[in-house]
């Protein structure tokens, strides 16, 4: 029937409601800070995401690449053609079947990791500013585990750690 669930409050169709959300909005706002400390390097928000998820698995495939950070095989194409063109990454054929383009991260992004760890220990330090040291240990690791057990249920074949 239409209408019947409009009275339906979030938390009485959610399992767990502040879990997801919560996750959900620290990551974001995590990412918009560090987009924001970045953004001299001239990366736009998914040109840096697709950099820094070849930092992570540098050699995939532009498949894999794709499924990886959720997007479609022609966006992350044209995607790694401004990239390419740049000089931030290089697309070269598979050893093994010439129809597969393996993607690398170039020299280029060298010189700036440094920053971009930089960037990064300082978004996670405001984050966690109220939170001693063994509590964000203790957050790293349950997250950690958080992951490791979601990639395990969904055949994740990266290794984030």
Known sequence: MAGEG????????????????????????????????????????TQWWVVSSLLRMDGATQTELANYIQMERSPVAKVLEILERDGWLERRPDATDRRVKRVYCTDRIRPHLPFLGDAARTVFSEATADLDEATRTRLLDDLGLMRRNLAALLDDTFDME
């Open 6 to 45: 409009a009275g339906l409050k979030i938390r009485e169709w959610q399992l767990d409601p502040e879990v997801g959300s919560i996750i959900h909005d620290v990551a974001r706002l995590m990412r918009v800070s560090f987009e924001r400390r970045i953004r001299a390097l001239g990366l736009t928000r």
